[in-house]
């Protein structure tokens, strides 16, 4: 749900309210109680969630890579 921010025209006090975007703007303030809120223009919310994928759009393991160990990490005998 889209997050919105608001100013009041009355009280000059903002608050932000979660709604849908068919919902209709409130008009009236939570601080004050007048009917002189208005919507603002602002910025968008991106919120990156899973382990899917990184903020630089690159995937978290590249494709056609295998996870098979090749056994060179290990070293080798044992003494």
């Not at 889209?2 to 601080?31: L, M, S």
């Not at 919310?45 to 090749?70: E, N, V």
């Amino acid at each position: 749900m889209p997050t919105y921010e608001y100013q009041c025209d009355a009280c000059n006090k903002g608050f932000i309210r979660e709604q849908r975007i068919t919902e209709k703007p409130v008009k009236k303030c939570p601080h004050c109680g007048k009917m002189k809120a208005r919507r603002m223009i602002s910025g968008g919310d991106f919120i990156l969630k899973g382990g899917g994928w990184y903020s630089d759009l690159y995937s978290s393991t590249p494709k056609g890579s295998s996870k098979k160990d090749t056994g060179s990490s290990s070293g080798g005998s044992d003494d």
